[in-house]
């Protein structure tokens, strides 16, 4: 990732650890406001990264899945219309 420096494609992402990473992640799909799927990314048993290519699950839902409703609606309808104007996709 270092190799290079930054001219060569070198990257280095430095943020604070979240132990319960060992839960899983969600990321949501989305086409422009449309969520079209999610997925729970989680580390492998004992890891503690849900990076592909680190042996994570990763679990495919669609986006009516019951068992995120309550996430789901408050980043939609919530989170959402504050996100897409702060990264200039506000149309």
């Not at 190799?3 to 070198?10: I, N, Q, S, T, V």
């Amino acid at each position: 990732y270092l190799e290079g420096g930054k001219e060569a494609g070198g990257q280095l992402v430095d943020q604070r650890f979240c132990p319960r990473i060992v839960e899983g992640e969600l990321r949501y799909n989305l086409i422009g406001d449309s969520l079209i799927g999610v997925i729970h990314k989680k580390p492998k048993e004992g890891g503690i990264s849900a990076v592909g290519g680190t042996g994570s699950i990763y679990t495919f839902y669609g986006p009516d899945e019951p068992l995120f409703a309550s996430l789901t609606e408050n980043f939609l309808k919530k989170d959402l219309p504050h996100v897409m104007p702060s990264l200039d996709l506000a149309e």
